[in-house]
């Protein structure tokens, strides 16, 4: 995941945009939010455009964008500020999830704590959130 992606992720729910959504709102095309989505840098262009569909929060994309521009060995050398504040590193699984999300991964543990022969099926839910 890069930082890009994951400040995408939190930006998306919050303003209640789903990614079919910002395609529209960006007139870029559906599979290449999804590529960002999964970590491929934008370029400038198109971060741009996602930025402005944003409003003023989408300033908080500007900075994991150039951010993931520089090179793994230089991160620890190069320190990259926000005049708001920022997350440093990406969110994990759980943060990811939107509140109606967690709320059902909530409810199914409680039921594999009832019923421990659900615990397959929670194993596959935490996978496929990972």
Same mark, same amino acid.
């Given at each position: 995941?890069?930082?890009?992606?994951?400040?995408?992720? !939190?930006?998306?729910?919050?303003?209640?945009?789903?990614?079919?959504?910002?395609?529209?709102?960006?007139?870029?095309?559906?599979?290449?939010?999804?590529?960002? !989505?999964?970590?491929? !840098?934008? +370029?400038?262009?198109?971060? +741009?455009?996602?930025?402005?569909?944003?409003?003023?929060?989408?300033?908080?994309?500007? *900075?994991?964008?150039?951010?993931?521009? /520089?090179?793994? #060995?230089?991160?620890?050398?190069?320190?990259?500020?926000?005049?708001? #504040?920022? !997350?440093?590193?990406?969110?994990?699984? *759980?943060?990811?999830?939107?509140?109606?999300?967690?709320?059902?991964?909530?409810?199914? /543990?409680?039921?594999?704590?009832?019923?421990?022969?659900?615990?397959?099926?929670?194993?596959?839910?935490?996978?496929?959130?990972?």
């Amino acid at each position: 995941m890069s930082f890009f992606s994951a400040a995408l992720d !939190r930006l998306l729910p919050e303003h209640d945009m789903s990614p079919a959504d910002l395609a529209r709102k960006t007139d870029i095309p559906a599979n290449y939010i999804s590529r960002y !989505r999964a970590g491929t !840098r934008a +370029e400038p262009e198109p971060l +741009e455009k996602i930025a402005r569909a944003f409003g003023d929060d989408g300033a908080e994309l500007s *900075w994991p964008g150039l951010r993931d521009s /520089v090179p793994d #060995s230089y991160r620890t050398r190069i320190s990259i500020t926000a005049t708001r #504040s920022v !997350r440093e590193e990406p969110p994990n699984p *759980w943060e990811r999830l939107s509140a109606g999300e967690r709320k059902v991964f909530e409810q199914l /543990v409680r039921r594999v704590q009832e019923n421990p022969k659900l615990l397959p099926l929670l194993q596959q839910v935490i996978t496929a959130t990972q």
